[in-house]
């Protein structure tokens, strides 16, 4: 299984609509890319702080795509990049770091590995 993240790191007075991007932006990727031949599922996290400077986020978001195969991911998001990367803009202006990933150890509790 393959995992194609999105991961929108912190910068200085940055904007991040989480409304739009939970509410319009991603239930339309979904959509599209949920078509494609060899869709796992998605995840969306926000980063949060902890409180009184314990732990500081370095991400505020990270979406996660799964896949079978890279290539299942690339014939789905291939048709409809112009879409949904123009689309950026309009919840954030922070350019997204793109990491593809081998899943080595699908998400498990304790004992189920």
Known sequence: MFNITSIYQKKENYRFDFSY??????????????????YRGVSVERGIDLPNGQLD???????????DSAEDFLNAFLPH????????????????INQVNVVEIPFASEGER
């Open 81 to 96: 990049a112009q879409e949904l990367q123009d689309d950026i803009k309009n919840y954030t202006d922070i350019v997204p």
């Open 57 to 67: 986020s370095t991400f505020i978001a990270v979406c996660n795509y799964y896949f």
């Open 21 to 38: 991007y939970l509410n319009v932006h991603m239930p339309r990727s979904i959509s599209l890319l949920s078509k494609g031949k060899g």
